[in-house]
């Protein structure tokens, strides 16, 4: 059992359309002990955000002030669409002299990415990419898996992701470990939101999402010169996407090999993180080492802030 620790909901992208994920979520993590503060977030409702632009940025934004105490974990609401709509509204300079160095865990996925990805290029702030209230916590029943691995990952300095997932590749490269939605990182390239990182290690995932849709993702990041600049891939979940007699053949796997081609990097597949109940927790902006073969694949992950 981790000890007590206050977690504070921010709303950056949609609002809740369950509000029993809402209730069950928050149930939960008081019924373990913990403080939640920033629950009126899930309350909010703009057209489909989560509130309106200045209401989602200051979730965040509020995190700057230097009167006011840091919660031990941000966790992020849901995902859905609306991050995007406020990366140039964040203060990057505040929160970079309030979070440096500073033991707090900022964690969601999918859109959450946009934040994450801003947050690092701006101000060097490592997040993770993990559980979010309503689709992880607030599930009709909490994944033991995502649970245990979200405490280790945000308590543990160093950890081992592993997966008995036979592999093409013989991979041992280290690097810089980023990553998270796909979309939400082919739609950053080019703006001052995408951090230029060399020889990393990016893990990837995507919902409700074509194969086809995909690799024309993939060849962004790799002829705007992306995925020359890293070490490997990690490939997660790839849910959602319906095949048609149309393609022919064209399916995930097909789709996995073209880009093996074209992107000249070893390929890892099998992790355990997306839109599925079963979510490791992964610090954006660690250092890894990615391991893999026949026998599976193991990630070890230092360097990230844990919590006190």
Not at 30 to 46: P, Y
Not at 113 to 121: E, K, N, R, S, V
Not at 185 to 192: D, E, F, R
Request: hydrophobic share 40%.
């Amino acid at each position: 059992m981790t000890r007590s620790r206050t977690i504070e909901i921010v709303a950056p992208s949609g609002y809740p359309p369950d509000e029993s994920a809402v209730e069950r979520g928050i149930a939960r993590l008081r019924a373990d002990g913990h403080r939640v503060a920033g629950a009126f977030a899930a309350e909010r409702r703009h057209q489909r955000f989560g509130g309106t632009d200045a209401q989602r940025a200051q979730d965040l934004n509020r995190l700057a002030d230097p009167d006011r105490p840091l919660p031990d974990i941000v966790l992020a609401l849901r995902g859905g669409y609306g991050a995007s709509r406020i990366l140039d509204s964040l203060d990057y300079a505040g929160l970079e002299r309030r979070l440096a160095g500073a033991s707090v865990a900022i964690c969601g996925h999918s859109d959450f990415t946009a934040i994450q990805l801003a947050l690092f290029a701006r101000a060097g702030i490592v997040t993770f990419g993990g559980p979010m209230l309503t689709a992880n916590f607030g599930a009709q029943t909490l994944s033991a898996f995502t649970a245990e691995h979200f405490w280790r990952a945000l308590e543990s300095p160093e950890f081992t992701v592993h997966e008995p997932v036979a592999q093409a590749d013989e991979i041992d490269v280290d690097g810089l470990l980023w990553g998270g939605n796909l979309a939400m990182i082919a739609s950053l390239v080019g703006t001052p939101y995408m951090p230029r990182i060399d020889g990393g290690i990016l893990f990837l995932e995507d919902v409700n999402e074509h194969p086809f849709r995909l690799e024309r993702m993939f060849y962004q990041l790799h002829l705007s010169g992306i995925l020359a600049r890293q070490k490997a891939l990690v490939l997660g979940d790839f849910t959602g996407g319906k095949l048609s007699p149309y393609d022919n053949g064209y399916d995930f796997s097909t789709m996995v090999e073209q880009v093996r081609g074209f992107a000249g990097l070893p390929i890892v597949t099998g992790l355990r993180f997306g839109h599925g109940a079963d979510l490791v927790t992964l610090p954006f902006g660690a250092q890894a080492r990615l391991q893999a073969g026949q026998a599976g694949f193991s990630l070890t992950v230092s360097g990230h802030p844990t919590l006190r």
